[in-house]
């Protein structure tokens, strides 16, 4: 931040040494500015809009209007209308344009920014000018109250966007840094598994949506103070790309990526219109910048410029501690016993058919707290689909799911989750880029803060509760000496652990594991028999595996399926023992089945 | 309102839907098999129309023009997918975006760059101009002629798609990419004859556009969302999505524009919107592909 404040306070003067004015220095801040809610969008949230412009033309507009109009002459409130205006039409056209992700939405956002500038232009042409923009726009008089000061001058206009730029700066970086920052990292990374874990992603995305207009419409009402003008272009779609442009080219996830783009941008069109014959070409040295850029170095010139600077400096990788795992006392064999506790989780007559294809039939099943069910049966038995209607992955075609004594069976993930039922993937749902202590904070986050909290002012790592939660977790897992490693760098067994771990940390009272030595070495999985086991004391379990040795290890009662229907339950023992069962796995159809 | 201006209002709901319906015919195909979203796809009927209108200057034959503007935008494609996209079908949908959408900005100002901003001027070709009577009223022949164009390439696609074995693994591909690799079909190869072709659908769209709309290198943006509407109506990877999707909107903008020309545009986006709220996968929607 005090980097930021002497770059703010120099530039004006630097610039002009270089080539450029004071105007231009406006510019690029605002543009800096509009880039700050959309790198939270983009850069922080995975979620790349190309209807941005709408917001700063909203803003823009409302801002500019209400000082022509005369409805006040004052800035301030001006500004505050334009920023509210952006703020409310970006949660309706994020209510509309989220409910579909990734490629859709950012179709959509391009569509409704159009929308925008098409509604500009004719049907709201007497408030807004229609092509003529709206002109005479009042330097901005900023009255507090007991004293007023007009920005008339160059100067006094960069001041007044600097020290906005430095206030929205300062907005953006604590949340960021925030437990709400971290949520949607988590969405950038695996938005499902962050729902999966307990986590509102709508709304979180809506929430960040709005932001980013708002950002976007404070911006806009910024440019119509600075020109004296509103221009009808704040609504073209070239807008929009050049913000797009602008921030992979400065660093996307970076915050001040926007600012370096628009500085390059600006810089290179002032620096083209002196050299005869090339000045056109502008645009299209940018676009190809852009694209070497995004396929050679996706991190933009900030990322670039993190990477050379580690370099130089000589800093190693972060440094990993070596942190002894505690000693954990062995763990004795799972007791054989029937588990005494009551009924947790009550599955009646459960099916599931795709089209003709009757994957589940009619299973009904009841599992104790503190019990460890193993769910076992030869391919093709129905296990993934009825793990993952317990999971609510996969909604039940008939029958009911009943956990706690209330019905979830039309509940969803994240509210499942949050009622206590965390379940772990067959193939690794982590959060790739984050660190090994930040994917746990996710999960810890979503039990302490609930679905959704918009704690964005707070930093997280003031999270004791949750950060408590993690390194019990981290040990439980035995990642305690890896917290600081990102996830995508993780041998698979140690990934396999952190999913484990992932699910564990939203303190759950009913665990799902799916297939969890799935790919693992005999020395991997005996490694994970004894942490489930560990784990496995005081909870309640339901495993679906393969590898018998894993099961007899850890089961206290095993179901086994058999084309989609329940064909022996109990003991371990009685299991083993039981005709039918081999019959199953071995292929000779038992008596009353039909062949496969 | 009367008749005539009604029937004559119809008619150019379905030409400019028409063209609607290729250029969302070739986005869509694209995004099927490739998964790519194109945001190049304006460009690529910018550079049908330029191509077109060189073909014009020298030859002075429409037919050749329409020819040449094709298999132009189908080259340029192929390079493209070649030398830029196939590096990115492994990297996150947002990178695919916005390398679709740098390379658009660059083919578009490269045109600018040659031939200026000024608008060209592709004429009717001979055997378009006149006007035919259609009962009640005259109307464009050339108009017609676009909508028998546009059926012709449509008869083209569909044999394509539904009669040939590219384009079985191109439907294959679209309901399930995975599964068709898994096969021993070489997908890859299939995605470079794909968007080369779904290029090429946009480069005719423009040329054959051009007689009707001035050509500047502006005029791919309109096109470029509008195909995006087209599709999010008519559901993503399906060739009755785009045909439907793009005759409502052609309607759609040409009908509103006779009671409320200031609302057509919004219109349309009204409509996405409405179909967003009520059939999030649009009204042909492939659930194949998320």
Redesign the interface.
């Known amino acids: 931040m005090a980097a930021l404040a002497a770059f703010l306070v120099t530039f004006p003067f630097t610039l002009p040494y270089v080539g450029g004015a004071i105007d231009t220095a406006d510019r690029i801040l605002d543009w800096g500015l509009f880039g700050l809610g959309f790198d939270l969008l983009?850069g922080f949230t995975?979620l790349?809009s190309?209807g941005q412009a709408a917001f700063y033309g909203v803003g823009g507009f409302v801002t500019a209007w209400l000082l022509v109009a005369n409805v006040t002459a004052n800035a301030i409130p001006a500004l505050v209308g334009g920023t509210l205006a952006a703020a409310i039409v970006g949660a309706v056209v994020g209510l509309?344009a989220l409910?579909?992700?990734?490629?859709?939405f950012?179709?959509?956002t391009?569509?409704?920014g159009?929308?925008f500038y098409?509604?500009d232009?004719?049907?709201l042409?007497t408030y807004t000018g229609g092509e003529n923009g709206l002109s005479n726009v009042p330097a901005p008089r900023l009255d507090f109250g007991l004293f007023a000061i007009t920005a008339s001058s160059q100067m006094a206009l960069y001041w007044l966007l600097a020290a906005l730029f430095f206030a929205g700066f300062w907005i953006a970086l604590r949340i960021t840094r925030s437990p709400f920052g971290a949520v949607l990292r988590a969405i950038r990374d695996n938005d499902e598994r962050a729902a999966a874990l307990g986590h509102d992603v709508p709304k979180y995305k809506l929430v960040v949506f709005t932001i980013a207009a708002a950002y976007g419409g404070l911006a806009g009402g910024l440019l119509g103070l600075l020109q004296g003008f509103m221009p009808p272009d704040a609504f073209y779609?070239?807008t929009s790309?050049q913000l797009?442009?602008q921030t992979?080219i400065g660093g996307s996830a970076t915050l001040v990526g926007p600012l370096v783009g628009a500085g390059v941008w600006l810089y290179l069109y002032t620096l083209l219109e002196n050299v005869a014959g090339i000045g056109?070409?502008g645009?299209?040295i940018?676009?190809?910048v852009?694209?070497a850029l995004?396929?050679l170095f996706?991190g933009g010139l900030v990322g670039a410029g993190v990477v050379v600077w580690r370099r130089l400096a000589a800093l190693p990788a972060s440094p990993e501690e070596a942190v002894a795992e505690r000693e954990l006392p062995p763990t004795a064999m799972a007791a054989h016993t029937t588990p005494q506790g009551e009924i947790v989780l009550e599955v009646s007559g459960i099916a599931k058919n795709f089209g003709g294809l009757v994957a589940v039939d009619n299973i009904s099943f009841s599992l104790r707290e503190g019990e460890v069910r193993a769910v076992i049966g030869p391919n093709g038995a129905g296990k993934s689909t009825f793990f993952g209607m317990l999971a609510k992955l996969i909604p039940p075609s008939s029958g009911r799911i009943v956990f706690a004594g209330e019905d979830i069976t039309r509940v969803n993930a994240t509210e499942v989750c949050q009622r206590g039922i965390a379940k772990t993937f067959q193939i690794n749902q982590l959060f790739s880029n984050l660190t090994v202590h930040e994917n746990l904070m996710i999960s810890a986050l979503a039990r302490e803060q609930g679905k959704f909290r918009a704690a964005m002012f707070r930093d997280v790592s003031r999270e004791t509760g949750a950060a408590r939660r993690v390194l019990d977790v981290a040990d439980a897992v035995r990642l305690a000496g890896r917290l600081d490693a990102p996830a995508s760098s993780l041998a698979y067994g140690e990934k396999r652990r952190l999913e484990i771990g992932l699910a564990l940390a939203t303190e759950p009272r009913v665990l799902l594991l799916d297939e969890p030595t799935a790919g693992m070495s005999p020395a991997e999985r005996t490694e994970t028999v004894q942490l489930l086991r560990r784990i496995a004391q005081g909870m309640t379990i339901v495993i679906v595996e393969h590898d018998m040795d894993v099961v007899f290890g850890l089961a206290q009662r095993i179901t086994v399926l058999f084309n989609g229907r329940v064909i022996a339950e109990g003991a371990p023992e009685t299991i083993q023992a039981d005709a039918g069962v081999r019959a199953a796995y071995l292929g000779n159809p038992v008596p009353d089945e039909q062949p496969a | 309102m009367s008749w005539p201006l009604l029937i004559a209002q119809v008619f150019n709901g379905l030409t400019l839907g028409a063209l609607l319906v290729i250029v969302a015919m070739g986005l869509t195909i694209i995004y099927g098999a490739l998964g790519v979203v194109n945001f190049a796809h304006g460009a690529f009927y910018v550079l049908g129309a330029y191509a077109g209108y060189i073909a014009y200057s020298e030859t002075n034959s429409f037919v050749l023009a329409m020819a040449a503007g094709a298999v132009f935008v189908l080259l340029s494609g192929v390079v493209i997918e070649r030398g830029l996209i196939r590096f990115y079908y492994d990297r996150p949908k947002e990178d695919q975006i916005l390398v679709t959408f740098g390379a658009g900005i660059v083919l578009v100002e490269a045109i600018r760059a040659i031939f200026g901003g000024l608008a060209q001027h592709l004429p009717t070709p001979s055997w378009g101009e006149g006007a035919v009577h259609l009962g009640i009223t005259y109307y464009p022949t050339y108009r017609i002629e676009v909508l028998g164009i546009v059926a012709v390439a449509l008869l083209l696609f569909y044999v394509v798609l539904y009669r040939t074995r590219l384009g079985l693994i191109v439907r294959a591909g679209i309901e399930d990419p995975l599964i068709v690799d898994m096969l021993g079909i070489n997908v890859r190869r299939t995605f470079l004859t794909v968007f080369g072709v779904g290029a090429a659908a946009a480069g005719l769209a423009g040329v054959v556009n051009a007689p009707i709309v001035t050509v500047t290198p502006d005029m791919g943006a309109d096109v470029l969302v509008q195909s995006f509407v087209v599709i999010v109506i008519g559901g993503v990877g399906s060739f009755w999505g785009a045909v439907a999707g793009g005759l409502i909107c052609g309607e759609i903008l040409a009908l509103t524009s006779m009671v409320a020309p200031s609302y057509s545009q919004v219109m349309l986006f009204a409509a996405m919107a409405l179909v967003l709220v009520l059939r999030p996968q649009g009204l042909f929607g492939v659930t194949g592909r998320q």
């Not at chain 1, 409910?99 to 859709?104: Q, T």
């Open positions: 983009f995975g790349l190309f509309l409910r579909r992700a990734g490629i859709y950012a179709m959509l391009l569509a409704f159009e929308m098409f509604l232009l004719s049907p042409a779609l070239a790309g797009v442009v992979v056109a070409l645009t299209l940018l676009g190809l852009f694209v995004v396929t996706r």
